[in-house]
T-cell receptor
Framework: DGGITQSPKYLFRKEGQNVTLSCEQN?????MYWYRQDPGQGLRLIYY???????QKGDIAEGYSVSREKKESFPLTVTSAQKNPTAFYLC????????????????FGQGTRLTVV | KNQVEQSPQSLIILEGKNCTLQ??????????LRWYKQDTGRGPVSLTI?????NTKSNGRYTATLDADTKQSSLHITASQLSDSASYIC?????????????FGKGTKLSVKP
C-alpha cells in the first residue's frame, strides 16, 4: 500500500537525551515536512525538504535536526537543546510542484507522541 | 503576513444536526485550500481540496465552499454522526515563503453528542 509511515507511535525521552523519529513514504513525493502539534494550537512547521540532500528550517527549528539522504526518508532528531519536546509530531509529504488537483494533496503520517520523563 | 483563521474554536452539536465551520485566509499568492479531519491522536486526513476556480466541492456529507474574492471558505457537515467528532483543519497552500507553502489554521474542534 502507498502511504507515509511514522514510527514509533509513542516515544519516551529522558532529560538530556537525543531521540530520532522516523518518517518513510513510498508515494514518490518530492517534498516532506515535520510539524509539531501542541494542545489548542495549530500545526507548526519544524523543518521541510523539497528535494533530496536539501532542507530548510521552519518556524520552530531550534533544538531539532533533520536529514534527507533518500527521497523516501526524512528522520527528525529531537536534541537535548529542545527544552520542551513533549508534543505530538506529524510528518507529511506532497509533490513539490502543482501538476493537477490530485497531485497537490499533502499526506500525513499517523504521528509520534513524544513524552519527556 | 500569511495567516489562516478558523472559527469557531470549538463546537458542540447533537447527532443528526448540520453545522458549518469557517475559514478566512490572507495567503497570497493563493494556490489551493484544503480541509482536513483529524481524529484525536491521529494524523490529519484530507476531506477536500479546491483551487482558485472552484466554488464548491463535496465529499459525502461534507461540502466545502470557497470564495477566492473574499478569501473565505466554509465546511458544511450534513446530518452529523458521532464519528464526525474530530478537529477540522483548514490549510492554505501558497507559493514560496518559509512555511513550505502550507499554512495551517488552528482547527475547529467538533463534538457530536447523542
Amino acid at each position: 500500500d502507498g502511504g507515509i509511515t511514522q514510527s514509533p507511535k509513542y516515544l519516551f525521552r529522558k532529560e538530556g537525551q537525543n531521540v530520532t523519529l522516523s518518517c518513510e513514504q513510498n508515494l514518490n513525493h518530492d517534498a516532506m515536512y515535520w510539524y509539531r502539534q501542541d494542545p489548542g494550537q495549530g500545526l507548526r512547521l519544524i523543518y521541510y525538504s523539497q528535494i533530496v540532500n536539501d532542507f530548510q528550517k521552519g518556524d520552530i527549528a531550534e533544538g531539532y535536526s533533520v536529514s534527507r539522504e533518500k527521497k523516501e526518508s526524512f528522520p527528525l532528531t529531537v536534541t537535548s537543546a529542545q527544552k520542551n519536546p513533549t508534543a505530538f509530531y506529524l510528518c507529511a509529504s506532497r509533490t513539490s510542484r502543482d501538476r493537477g488537483i490530485g497531485n497537490t494533496e499533502a499526506f500525513f503520517g499517523q504521528g509520534t507522541r513524544l513524552t519527556v520523563v | 503576513k500569511n495567516q489562516v483563521e478558523q472559527s469557531p474554536q470549538s463546537l458542540i452539536i447533537l447527532e443528526g444536526k448540520n453545522c458549518t465551520l469557517q475559514c478566512n485566509y490572507t495567503v497570497s499568492p493563493f494556490s489551493n485550500l484544503r480541509w482536513y479531519k483529524q481524529d484525536t491522536g491521529r494524523g490529519p486526513v484530507s476531506l477536500t481540496i479546491m483551487t482558485f476556480s472552484e466554488n464548491t466541492k463535496s465529499n459525502g456529507r461534507y461540502t466545502a465552499t470557497l470564495d477566492a474574492d473574499t478569501k473565505q471558505s466554509s465546511l458544511h457537515i450534513t446530518a452529523s454522526q458521532l464519528s464526525d467528532s474530530a478537529s477540522y483543519i483548514c490549510v492554505v497552500s501558497g507559493y514560496g515563503g518559509s512555511q513550505g507553502n502550507l499554512i495551517f489554521g488552528k482547527g475547529t474542534k467538533l463534538s457530536v453528542k447523542p
